[in-house]
């Protein structure tokens, strides 16, 4: 919100330089963002609407310094004709629309803006148009209410219906671009046709043109959430639609339409029409809550009068009655965060200041008790990180356009969103490795480096008539299986779970590569090479997912201590040909099962197939350390372990030595 002092200056007298009403506001909890010139550039929270106004920052302005804070009043001359026999307005949408208001004048001209009013436009970030439709920015700015102004002679039938657009309805609107529309898409329509998307856009058949000597003004209140998704739907953001997402007042509806017609009046001539049609539902009453001076001390650990909290809450545009015992104080306009007691004491410690809070209160502590899931998700990153791999964040959503799926957590139909944006995401994410691929798929196409990449996260699957959901790590690795499975493998040794492997048939994966992957016998995930069908990388691409509560439960982070062996360690190594069809595993199991209990560890090198290798036949190296605790081992006895395991691979596995 861009807050040009110089206008500021009509409702308030602000400190003598913006630095210091920079300084006011930002000890009050209102955040400046930038100060070029005499602009203040406000960043306001989604709970402060009020603030995203002149009105709003100047009555700000005014509790914290203590000047008069000046409210302009419409007043204006009207003819004598009823605005009922100039237009007409049905609110057939009551649960988006509460509240409707439109009136209206005749004998305009349009023509450029007062050269003071397009300086305050200009330094605000508003492109200045006409004088009619830089009214209605004008009162948007100054009030906080959205507005917008009809060529009330193209509104077919002199009608104004606030319905849901019929499926497949158009409008071109007023950026120049046309607009599908849904039913769920609420809209400003006359006799025919849509002529404004509400709360966000009006269309161009009713804009305000040269021509235009006769304007409805609109002024509505619509519904947040309606506007929210409106907007995100169809990709189109406007100054109204901010401030519709973040809620109007149902009160300052008629007060903006007032001030409108009067600037009109001002800037473009004409006459207004007697009246105003007012579509609108009986209101809630204003929260009313009781605030107790006596709590206010208690919660802020400071005295404030009660004196002094009226003048605050007064001066915050509350109503305020009762006792000094006891306040009854009535919420304002545009403040929809005010509600309760607790609301009004954070308001009091803003504006008497949180500085004069005393610091000397003493707080107990309590030790934190570390949480398992967090403590394995940290040791998994960090060993992930430490392998090199680069943790990502993927979106939550699946591409409509994807055919590849990943059935492996469920065989269930994906879940559709409620609510699309726009024509790619249309689910919710039944895996972690399509997004993760799509990331090395994009840098791919930049024609970075391809690296292991990894990321933590919920999937969705439907259970039963409901929804759930579980979290699981994914992993995408530039290269064939044996590297994510080396990761998977250092992983689950750094957890404390035993790791195993089975061979699997996935779809989604290239035959021959894909594999179950078990956690002390159970299986937990899968790993194997992409296939096709997922994503197309010129690069080869090996996947793995693992059920991360899965891990959670087994995991063993506190290791057995043992004691330095402080004896040499003997390191041979062996080269066997095998079967193709041989595992890994089943070489490991074979050797340890003939090996002394010295093999310290056995380590896989390499494989080799090609000259001198048979066909269906591979050659695999690895390396075993042998190591005794109480003494140095010696050669015999080492070549004696040797020999064993040999006969061993030969007699079991049929392998024999290259």
Known sequence: MKVPIRWLKEYVDPPSTPQELAKL??????????????????????NRADLLSMLGVARETAVLTGKALRVPHATFPHNNQEIAGFCSVKV???????RYTARGVTGVRVGPSPAWVVERLEAAGIRPVNNVVDVTNYVLLETGQPLHAFDAKLLKGRKIVVRRAAPGEKLLAIDGKEYTLTKETLVIADAERPVAIAGVMGGKGTEITGATTEVL?????????????????????????YRFERGVDFDMVDEA?????????????????????????????????SVRPERVEKVLGMKVRPARIREILSGL??????????????????????????????????????????????????????NKEDLVREEARATLTGLGCWETVTWSFGEATRTGKVPYWTDQPLIPLRDPQ?????????????????VLKTNEGYKEELRPIFEIARVYRREGKGYGEKTVL?????????????????????????FGIDSKALAFLEPGTAAEIKANGTVVGYLGQAGASLVELRAIVSVAELDFEELVKAAKLLSPYKDFVRQPPVERDLSIVLKDGVAWAQVEAAVRAA???????????????????????????????????DRTLAGPEIDAAVQAILKALEGGLGGRLR
């Open 595 to 629: 090996a002394p209990a010295t093999l310290e560890s056995i380590r896989f090198l390499s494989e080799y197939r090609g000259k001198g290798i048979e066909a269906g036949h591979k050659g695999w190296a690895f390396s075993m350390v042998f190591r005794a605790a």
């Open 217 to 241: 003004v609109e002024s509505a209140q619509f519904d947040p959430v309606s506007v929210r998704r409106t907007s995100r739907r169809l990709g189109l953001s406007s100054d109204s639609s």
């Open 422 to 438: 726009g024509v790619v995401y249309k689910t919710l994410r039944e895996s972690l490795v399509p997004p993760l691929l799509e």
């Open 317 to 370: 545009g509350c109503e305020v009655a009762g006792s000094d015992e006891t306040l009854r104080v009535t919420s304002p306009m545009k403040r929809r965060d005010l509600r309760v007691e607790v609301d009004y004491i954070e308001e009091v410690a803003r504006i008497e200041g949180y500085d004069k809070i005393p610091c000397d209160t003493s707080f107990g502590l309590r030790v934190a008790v570390d």
């Open 474 to 498: 994914g992993l995408a690795v530039p290269g064939d299986p044996l590297g994510v499975k080396g990761m998977v493998e250092t992983l689950f040794r750094r957890l404390g779970l035993a």
């Open 257 to 289: 339409s007032l001030r409108a017609v009067q600037l009109i009046l001002e800037w473009a001539g004409g006459q207004a029409f007697s009246g105003a049609l007012d579509d609108r539902i009986h209101p809630e009453a204003r929260p009313v809550a």
């Open 92 to 98: 057939e949408a009551r649960d988006l629309c509460p």
């Open 25 to 46: 506001l930002v000890m009050a909890g209102v955040g400046v963002e930038s100060i070029e010139g005499d602009v203040l550039d406000l960043e306001i929270t989604a």
